[in-house]
């Protein structure tokens, strides 16, 4: 199950969750959509939820774990500034942020 | 089943009830003569069926599976009782190990999925992360999408971790869901939020409580609540401070 290909990011690295929504199952929070965070984990390789329709998900597609700021995820947000959110997204659903 | 909005009485959708309402039929309780007895309050169908599209195609697949020898009978039970057999002790048990052993919580915060392997719990190809509490963080585990938990590990989740309150409030505003859970957090405090999204599975390691030097892995772990390891409790306490 791991490293069939080379990450495309890096931990540290800024990117956009892809704000798409395909008219079929995915795993990407509709409040993610669109966001930038910051590249926390390189996990491994996992069948992506879409081509599990198909199938058996295959091929796998690398995993990340995405960090965004939650001032910036939620309109009048009354924690602290702070305070973030950590999720997992797959790479398809990453575009670079310069 | 869909929903029969000419059923009678409110009864259950589906439900065959074949009786005659005015006369003859033996609910098996002393029911009033006059007929003015509430069936919402006296009656339960023998028979509960299927009462979704989705469970009645579980029930289908089921039989699929079990009909074409994708596995058997005895190993879905045997499944459903090693599953059943998960608790929140075994993320105690792992919690004490890492307060106890230095290296052990290295190698558990870098690769938890390989580390619980050393207690003999195996989650793959699930990746098993374990988030760490500290005096200036905060961890706290969701599913926004279903209800993700680290079932095999821990056990079934609380009916709260699946409720579309939780699920919808913890991200959005998760200082108040804390409060509300008792966790009262300084603002010097990261709260983060972890939503289960795909492939991982989260428990958080809560702060080992102070003045529990001398205890041993065993009394440790007894500390440990399910709660704590969901990061909707953040302060243990030691179950007799007057012992230590």
Redesign the interface.
């Known amino acids: ?1 791991k490293t069939q290909g080379e990450p495309r990011y890096a931990v540290g690295q800024s990117v956009r969750i892809a704000p798409r929504t395909p008219p079929v199952h995915h ?3 509709s ?2 959509k669109g966001r930038v965070g910051r590249i926390v984990r390189v ?2 390789e ?1 069948g992506l ?1 879409e081509a599990y329709i198909r199938g058996d998900g295959r091929p796998f597609r690398r ?1 990340y ?1 995405v960090r965004l700021a ?1 001032e910036q ?2 309109e009048g ?4 500034p ?9 790479e398809p659903w990453l575009e670079p942020v310069e | 089943m869909t929903s029969d909005p000419s059923a009678p009485h409110g009864h259950e959708p589906g439900h065959a009830h074949g009786h005659d309402h005015g006369h003859g039929h033996d609910h098996g309780h002393g029911h009033d003569e006059g007929h003015g007895h509430d069936h919402a309050r006296t009656f339960q169908p023998d028979l509960s069926e299927p009462t979704s599209d989705a469970a009645l195609i579980g029930v289908a697949l089921r039989r699929l599976l079990l009909e074409r020898g994708l596995y058997t009978a005895e190993e879905e039970r045997a499944t459903i009782q090693r599953m059943a057999g998960a608790n929140p002790g075994n993320g105690a048990r792992i919690a004490a190990r890492a307060w106890s052993d230095p290296a052990f919580r290295e190698r558990l915060l870098a690769d938890g999925a390989e580390a619980i392997k050393e207690l003999g719990y195996d989650l793959s190809p699930l990746e098993f992360t374990v988030l760490e509490n500290d005096e200036r963080l905060h961890n706290v585990v969701v599913c926004t999408l279903c209800s993700c938990y680290p079932r095999a590990l821990l056990g079934q989740s609380p009916a709260w971790y699946k409720s579309k309150n939780y699920r919808a409030r913890i991200v959005r505003e998760p200082r108040t869901v804390l409060a509300e859970f008792g966790v009262a957090l300084p603002d010097s405090v990261e709260v983060r939020v972890h939503d289960s999204t795909a492939e991982l599975r989260y428990m958080v390691l809560p702060q080992r409580p102070p003045g529990t030097e001398s205890l041993d892995e065993a009394a440790l772990a007894a500390l440990v609540t399910r709660d704590s390891l969901i990061g909707t409790q953040r302060d243990l306490t030691p179950k007799d401070p007057a012992a230590h």
């Not at chain 1, 702070?82 to 797959?90: P, R, S, V, Y």
């Open positions: 199950m795993r990407v929070p409040y993610a996990c491994s996992h939820p995993l774990r939650q995820l939620w947000y009354a924690g602290q702070g305070d973030t959110l950590d999720l997992e997204i797959f």
